[in-house]
């Protein structure tokens, strides 16, 4: 697939129908891909990367791409394509300045899930057959493809492409995933079991703005976590409560806007499983005010923007059955 | 060289624990490790590092400066500075206490930070020689070498036994607590275990990077660069380089009222955040490119500037593993350095 | 959670200028009582309550937080309390998803009218969250009076 | 344990005067009397109202007051309208000195003075100007130019009435911005008003104001043959610390905190052009 994205890119280049294109360049190693917009066939020929590990979703980038002149290309997931329609819908993305090549999405791997089987000084990691051959400085190892999948894959909830103006590869299908086990799980635990759960993971948290930076739904020009004039600006969490605000606040923010995307829990640095604070939301919104996928189009109003006058009340969270 | 038998290890940690606060790097899931404190039961991380720095220990993510009463026009200061407890810190790695030295060319240079070296003075830095460096490592270009760690003492391991070696007066007295747990060593296995760990270094796939075109005479070089628009392209801008950074230092001092006084703490703060620099008429760092920037031009140029020539990296690796987009000092000093 | 003896809650109340707040003064007009734990916070309309608000009457010492707005299709602005209900249903829900007890909030719809409503709800709603003692799950630490 | 100097001391605040529609004048002294600490002139302090926030300002008096300390403070921002907003008597917290200071008792010694300031820029350099008056013999010939948007702008406009124009010894040229009425005096920008009145080259320079104000009359002075080396300016930054550890006043290698924020143009020359 990389092969036919480069072809097309530098096709694309040539003939003046895009001005840049937006991808993944090559790193250090083999797993430490950085986004990174290309302008010439040169820099493509010796950078442009797509493989296991580009799992980074791009389509953030084109909020300030599109703020420049001309066209650019960019290379879509499956995934990707539902941030850029939520994007265009939210009129952050000027469609018409972008070019879209859905190509194939994952299952990506994650590196942290390699090294924590204990594999270290990692040289090259090869998929023979849905198994991974590592070669490191310690010798080769060998471990099952599946277990080094990016949790945001191993729950994929489409292969569909939502919008593109071209395909590389097939188109896939919206998938009936298993996204919301983990929240049903919690759901069923009681509440000191979810307050353990959740302290737990969230004291963890640095404060490194990290899910907030990468999420393509938090594209605000000044977020109110910065905002000095908010009350509620802080860099550290500087007791439980503030890391519980952020992430309150940040998931509600994005509420009805995201589209599970997962960047968040990728990119957390303390492994904090952050999209299941965003999957509740979906899954409520999905239970309480029908099926809603943001991003799937570019027309419907969002569930929080929008109501009926038999919702249900908020007695309805009172009357579950654990407490 | 005095040793102790693994087997007997943790007895020796439930001795140290039972007068003295310890902390020992363990695991809170695969893969990652993290300092905790000690309580009988709890196992050494297999892994080479922590996923945040030690650098908490002496330089915490917040801590409080002073409290402040108000009652009407009056303002109350307190101190609520306390002398801290002794504490050891055991199993770091030869990069966060090389990085202990860099905070120190900071905090404990005139006006000495005193909420610093309260903690400095306090504590123990009990380091681990490295066996098993991973691909990520460079710290032996900043002249480091893992197999001989430093701190107050140094740890060696044979495999079989740990090995204890004291290098500072505070270090002497921490093996003297513990002597009744040590005996002498035949050290040849260890030697030969030093050999193959600084073997491995030199294969490591960064073991070429040197520092060599980077110091405090490259301010205008480097800082007009036409690379760092690229470089930063991608930047999230987020913290995560920073926070994991056992050499960054940057700081917050923020206000908190908690209905009954005021708290005024001090934070770790991020060079790569927009509003670090932002003032009410401006902001001399607009876009990501200049924080981006900031960062490395202050780790590559302006600390050797001001400190002799010692860089503000260590070579830990922790940046190269957690950025979200895997930008990275590796990355920015092999671009600045491409003509 | 274990109750204090002699614990008296801090509720804080949010409610809408138009129907509850004049609810709440109905009932202060009719000499009907409600605990004096209740602080009210009028706001313009109910939906004018950002979640924000709500997390940080708990950071403040609120042991217990209740909205109260227009009865729905009633709202001064035509819609703000069919928002205000979306927002708040899913705001308590994610609440009690980390863990905090879902009594500590609640929604009620109170009209200029309803005096008597008013007072029970507060009546209800303190004793509610008395028995479930001070907040500690969605406290700031640095907030509480020694 | 030692005192830290991010512990902060109490000021009390005897008298606030307002200076022009956005910059008033803050009278502090000790709680027991006296001034908090001594400083030279150029150097900063920190003040805050706790839970407000906390920043770095200029102290505009001159060390030979040995009664009370100044700080001129333009209304510019969320501590800056907490501070105006003030009554007398308001105590706040206050710590310093910080930063360096002109050289008075170095390069500055026995030379002629051009002080060049623009509004709230004045604030700096009365420190120096004060200090020069009340030790005349060290310096030579002494000249002020002075310019804001219009004369409700001049800060301590009573004061250069009063004393500085009174005094013999040094030469004001004020200028505004604007023709306004009740102006008799010169109307036009700084920059160009420097050139009009073409100081002589063998005076060392002073200058504060808008960064945009410096660059031009930088400019001017170069045409009319100054040389960077006797130029000193002085500059801000966000800062946190003071003491050149929070890290984000740096211009280069250089905290402004602390390695400033005086600097000669040459100096500053040497620094990467982020300020």
Redesign the interface.
């Known amino acids: 697939m990389q092969e036919a994205m480069i072809k097309r890119a530098k096709e694309l280049l040539a003939d003046g129908s895009v001005d840049r294109v937006i991808g993944w360049k090559r790193g250090e190693f083999t797993y430490d891909i950085t986004p990174a917009v290309f302008t010439s066939a040169e820099e493509i020929d010796s950078d442009f990367v797509c493989d296991d590990f580009t799992a980074a979703n791009v389509s953030k980038y084109l909020v300030k791409e599109t703020q420049k002149e001309g066209k650019v290309l960019a290379f879509l997931k499956p995934c990707d394509t539902y941030s850029f329609n939520q994007l265009v819908k939210e009129h952050r993305i000027d469609r018409e300045k972008v070019y879209v090549i859905g190509i194939e999405g994952g299952p990506k791997l994650d590196i942290e899930k390699i090294k924590a089987k204990g594999i270290t000084g990692i040289l090259s990691v090869k998929n023979e057959d849905y198994t991974l051959r590592i070669e490191t400085i310690y010798g080769t190892q060998t471990m099952p493809f599946y277990e080094a999948v990016l949790d945001k894959c191993a729950s994929c909830k489409s292969k569909k492409h939502v919008v593109f103006d071209e395909l590389i590869g097939e188109d896939g299908d919206v998938l009936d995933s298993n996204r919301f086990e983990m929240v049903e799980k919690l759901e069923n635990m009681t509440s000191q079991e979810r307050f353990d759960f959740w302290r737990d993971q969230l004291s963890k948290c640095i404060r490194c703005n990290a899910c907030r930076n990468v999420c393509p739904a938090c594209t605000c020009e000044n977020c109110v976590f910065d905002n ?2 908010s009350g509620i600006d802080n860099k550290a969490p500087a007791d439980s409560f503030e890391e519980n605000m952020f992430h309150i606040i940040r998931a509600f923010h994005v509420a009805g806007r995201c589209t599970d995307c997962g960047e968040c829990s990728r990119v957390c640095p303390q492994h904090i499983p952050l999209h299941l604070l965003n999957r509740k939301f979906i899954k409520d919104i999905n239970e309480l005010y029908g099926e809603y996928q943001a991003g799937a189009d570019t027309t419907s109003r969002a569930p929080l923007t929008d109501y009926t006058k038999d919702d249900c009340e908020p007695s309805v969270v009172h009357e579950r059955g654990v407490e | 060289m005095q040793k102790i038998s693994k087997a007997k290890l943790y007895e020796l940690f439930d001795d140290i624990a039972s007068k003295q606060t310890l902390y020992i790097p363990t695991d809170r899931e695969a893969g990652a490790a993290e300092y905790r404190k000690y309580e009988s039961g709890m196992k050494l991380t297999k892994e080479l590092n922590t996923v945040r720095s030690a650098k908490d220990f002496f330089f915490p993510q917040t801590e409080n ?2 409290e ?1 009463k ?1 009652d009407g ?5 307190r ?1 609520i ?1 306390e ?1 801290c407890e002794d504490f050891v810190i055991f199993g770091v790695r030869a990069c966060d206490a090389k990085s202990f030295t860099i905070l120190d060319k ?2 404990l240079c005139e ?5 610093y070296k ?1 903690r400095r003075d306090h504590g123990t830095v009990v380091t681990m020689a490295c066996k098993r460096p991973a691909e990520t490592c460079f710290c032996k270009t900043f002249g480091i070498d893992p197999t001989v760690p430093g701190g107050d003492v140094s740890c060696f391991d044979d495999g079989e036994s740990i090995f204890f070696l004291a290098n500072t007066d505070k270090g002497e007295k921490f093996v003297e607590s513990i002597s009744s747990f040590l005996e002498d060593g035949d050290t040849d296995k260890l030697m030969e275990v030093q050999t193959r760990a600084r073997e491995i270094m030199g294969r490591l796939p960064l073991a070429k990077l040197s520092t060599e075109n980077f110091g ?1 005479d490259k ?2 070089e480097y ?2 660069s036409d690379k760092w628009a690229e470089l930063s392209e991608a930047c999230l801008g987020c913290g995560t380089c920073t926070f994991v950074c056992p050499t960054c ?5 923020k ?1 908190f ?1 908690t209905g009954h006084g ?1 708290k ?1 703490f ?1 934070c770790w ?1 991020s ?1 790569m955040y927009s509003d ?6 401006g902001n ?2 607009l876009t990501q490119l ?1 924080r981006f920037r ?1 960062r490395f ?2 780790k590559l ?3 050797p ?2 400190n002799d020539g010692e860089f503000g990296c260590v070579g830990c690796g922790r940046c190269l593993a957690k950025c979200p987009i895997s930008m990275n000092i590796v990355k920015v000093m092999k671009a600045l350095e491409a003509k | 959670m274990q109750v204090k003896e002699n614990f008296e809650p801090v509720i804080v109340a949010f409610c809408c200028n138009w129907c509850s707040y004049a609810g709440a003064d109905l009932s202060g007009t009719n000499r009907l009582n409600y605990p004096t734990n209740v602080k009210i916070i009028r706001v313009p309309c109910s939906c004018r309550v950002n979640p924000m608000f709500i997390l940080r009457a708990f950071q403040k010492g609120a042991d217990g937080v209740i909205i109260c707005g227009c009865h729905p299709g009633d709202c001064h602005y035509t819609s703000g309390n069919y928002f205000t209900r979306r927002r708040i249903t899913l705001l308590y829900s994610m609440l009690d998803f980390l863990g905090i007890e879902r009594n500590r909030t609640r929604l009620e719809w109170v009209s200029a009218a309803e005096g008597a409503k008013f007072a029970a709800t507060m009546q209800q709603f303190t004793e509610d969250v008395k028995a479930l003692g001070p907040n500690r799950r969605l406290e700031d630490l640095r907030c509480r009076k020694q | ?2 005192n ?7 000021g009390v605040v005897t008298d606030i005067r307002q200076d022009t529609p956005d910059v008033k004048t803050f009278r502090v002294i000790a709680p027991e009397g006296g001034k908090v600490f001594e400083h030279m002139p150029g150097q900063c302090a920190m003040l ?1 109202i ?5 920043a770095m300002f200029s102290i505009t008096s001159s060390p030979t007051n040995k009664e009370f300390m100044e700080f001129s403070i333009k209304k ?3 501590l ?1 309208e907490w501070l105006h907003a003030m ?1 007398v ?5 206050i710590r310093g000195p910080y930063g360096n200071a002109f050289p008075v008792e170095g390069d500055l010694k026995g030379k002629d003075l051009l002080f060049i300031a623009g509004g709230i820029g004045l604030a700096p350099l009365r420190s120096v100007i004060n200090y020069v008056r009340d030790n005349r013999a060290n310096y030579g010939d002494v000249q002020v130019i002075y310019g804001s948007r219009s004369k409700d702008d001049l800060v301590d406009y009573q004061e250069i009435i009063d004393e500085w124009m009174a005094d013999p010894n040094i030469e004001v040229n004020l200028t505004i911005d604007n023709p306004q009425e009740g102006w008799d005096g010169h109307v036009g920008f700084v920059p160009n008003y420097v050139k009009e009145l073409a100081p002589s080259t063998s005076k060392t320079v002073l200058v504060c104001g808008p960064p945009i104000m410096i660059k031009f009359t930088l400019a001017g002075l170069k045409e009319l043959g100054f040389k960077e080396t006797q130029v000193y300016t002085t500059m ?3 800062m ?2 003071g ?1 050149g ?6 211009i ?2 250089k905290y402004v905190c602390k390695d400033g924020p005086v600097f000669r143009f040459d100096q500053l020359g040497e ?2 052009d ?2």
Request: charged share 25%; proline share 6%; with cysteine.
């Open positions: 000095p004039k | 400066l002073a402040f108000i026009k009056n303002i109350e200061v101190d500075r002398e900071v905090f006006p000495v930070d005193s909420f309260n405090g301010l205008n800082f007009n230092q940057c700081y917050d001092i206000d009222n005021i005024r001090r703060d060079c670090f620099t932002k003032m009410a008429h001399p760092r200049e900031q031009m202050h140029v302006y600390f500037a001001n | 344990m030692n830290d100097t991010l512990i902060p001391k109490i805050s706790p839970g407000v926030g906390e510019c921002g969320c800056t009554e008597g308001q105590q706040i917290t801000e930054l966000r946190k610390c003491v550890k929070c890290g984000r006043c740096n280069g290698n620094l990467p982020e300020y």
